[in-house]
Each structure stands twice: as structure tokens, then as C-alpha cells.
């Protein structure tokens, strides 16, 4: 079966925020950018006939703030934000994230400053894998944060990835490229490879990627993520054949 989503790239111009404006349950977020994009979001709403509190809901593909820092304005609006479980409780201060100890220079100061400026919320509605919210199936992909999600729109082939796997060549995410997730921001590398491993294995339709950084890829996308992971050098369980 195929079908349409209709996706709208807001943000920018580090980190992706998608529109989704017409979803079963209306008008949604994937992710909320980092909190400087607010007014580039707020911006492309209007654009759109739309205010943020005509949203539905906010779902973020983890909890990072560079994903994840708008979502306090969002919830100030009356906007739901949905998030992993496992993210959730660190999103409202009920447990502790992971520290992120980034390689000297430049990375060691933007996983300082994840470590430090903690964007907490008062209440996140936790999703898990198998949810479907908007029309979206939520896939638990774990590794780069504990509760890092994709979200799959079956109809159309769209997968939103977060930081999963990115369309741009990170750490600075300045040049587009398909990658593999940066092993400094992930709070477990091998089981993040593991997890694309698993996406392999599924043998999802996935025809559009909508990543958390850069433009969206179109296309089929499996040979693809097959070569990235095959040149890893270590391996956590093995490609299908």
C-alpha cells in the first residue's frame, strides 16, 4: 500500500524540527530543535495558518536538547510532548542521565554542554515501542540515548530518525551525507549500531528518511544503511544476508 505524508522541515539550521500538518490526529512536531530555532518554528507556523497551540502534540525522537529544547515552550502552549519512557524520566528530572565525555576541543564542549543545561519538563506522556501516535509506529531504537525512537508512516515509507542515523557527517553536521550516529553522543555506541542492525534485519519499506540533521533522503534506503554499517570495524551482531 502506498500513501502521502505531508512533512514540512522547520528548524534549523543545526537541528531538525518536521511539521507534520496533517496527521490523523492533526497538526504535529517530530522533535522541538534547539531552543534558538523558536522563533524560525514559531515563524514557519504562522506561515502555515497555524500557532503553536493548534499543535496536537510534540514527539521527540530523544531527549537531547538540541531535539528536545523547545519542548518546554511547547508544553507552555498546551502542547503534549510525547518521549520514550526510558528519556522521559531524565526529560523531568526522575532519573539521571548518562554523561556524555566527549574526545578534547570542540565535542568536549557540546557534550558539556548536554551534561549541563538539562531541558527539564513537568509532565512527558511516554511512548514505547509498538505505540502509534499520529499515525506513526514508534520503534524503540536504543543507543544513542536509552530511549531513542524511530517513527515509521507505513503508507508512505517515511522513517524519522532523530539522531539514530543522520543526513549530514557529524560532529559538526555542516555537510550532508548519510551516517551513521557520532560514538561521542551516544550514551551506548554498540547497541546504537545494534539497533540499525535490527532496522536492517526488520526489512522495513523505508523510502524517505527524515533525519535529525539535514535535508530529507529519498529513495530506497536498506543497501545503503548496509554499506555504512558494513564499514564499521567492529560489528555488535551480523548483517542479514
Known amino acids: ?17 518536521w511539521l507534520l500538518p496533517k496527521t490523523p490526529d492533526g497538526p504535529v512536531l517530530v522533535d522541538a530543535g534547539f531552543s534558538t530555532a523558536w522563533p524560525g518554528i514559531v515563524a514557519g507556523l504562522k506561515a502555515r495558518g497555524l500557532r ?29 510532548v510525547h518521549a520514550h519512557g526510558r528519556d522521559a524520566a531524565m526529560l523531568t528530572g526522575d532519573a539521571a542521565s548518562p ?13 558539556a554542554m548536554e551534561n549541563h543545561i ?45 539522531d539514530a542515523l543522520i543526513n549530514a557527517v557529524p560532529p559538526y553536521v555542516t555537510r550532508e551525507a548519510l551516517s551513521l550516529p557520532f560514538p561521542d553522543f551516544c550514551d551506548d555506541y554498540p547497541r546504537a549500531l545494534d539497533s540499525l542492525r ?18 530529507e533522503r529519498r529513495g530506497p534506503m536498506r543497501e545503503a544503511l548496509i554499506a555504512l554499517l558494513d564499514a564499521v570495524p567492529w560489528s555488535p551482531c551480523p548483517l542479514p544476508s
Open 1 to 17: 500500500m502506498t500513501g502521502t505524508l505531508p512533512v514540512v522541515r522547520l528548524g534549523g539550521p543545526v537541528s531538525n524540527v
Open 198 to 215: 535490527r532496522l536492517v534485519a526488520s526489512d522495513l519499506d523505508i523510502r524517505r528518511l527524515c533525519t535529525g540533521h539535514g535535508r
Open 52 to 80: 503553536p497551540r493548534d499543535l496536537t502534540a510534540v514527539l521527540l525522537t530523544h531527549r537531547h536538547l538540541d531535539h528536545a529544547g523547545n519542548a518546554p515552550l511547547l508544553g507552555w502552549h498546551g502542547v503534549p
Open 99 to 111: 554523561r556524555l565525555l566527549g574526545r578534547p576541543g570542540p565535542v568536549a564542549v557540546m557534550c
Open 118 to 162: 538539562p531541558h527539564r519538563l513537568e509532565r512527558v506522556a511516554p511512548m514505547a515501542d509498538g505505540d502509534r501516535i499520529a499515525g506513526l509506529e514508534v520503534i524503540h531504537a536504543p543507543g544513542h540515548t536509552v530511549g531513542s525512537c524511530l517513527l515509521y508512516h507505513r503508507s508512505s515509507g517515511t522513517l524519522f530518525t532523530g
